[in-house]
């Protein structure tokens, strides 16, 4: 696992798909596709000349930006309890192409 939240994006060529791989948004794309074969449903395309995915990836992206944007622009809600009872804040969080 990295030490940074990935929520991922889209670069300038519709089938460049190398900021999107190893994210949030292609983790949440993996899960709405095992859920759906799950359900008897066909899988995801995944073709990358197919106009549909990057549709579909842009909403992800959007998504998950979104998410870590939140979470570092509210980290002060977020208390992380050590096995002595103590609680901590971050001082910030790393992500990665906000």
């Known amino acids: 696992m990295g030490n940074e939240w990935k929520p991922g994006d889209l670069g300038p060529i519709p089938t460049d798909y190398s900021q999107f791989i190893n994210s949030m948004a292609s983790t949440m794309e993996q899960e709405l596709n095992d859920l759906m074969v799950m359900d008897g449903l066909p899988p995801l395309s995944m073709d990358a000349n197919d106009e549909s995915i ?15 944007r939140h979470l570092a622009d509210n980290k ?22 906000l």
């Open 54 to 68: 990057r549709d579909r990836r842009r909403l992800f992206v959007a998504i998950a930006r979104g998410v870590v």
């Open 76 to 97: 002060d809600a977020i208390d992380i309890r050590l096995a002595d009872n103590t609680v901590v804040q971050p001082e910030t969080i790393r992500t990665e192409g």
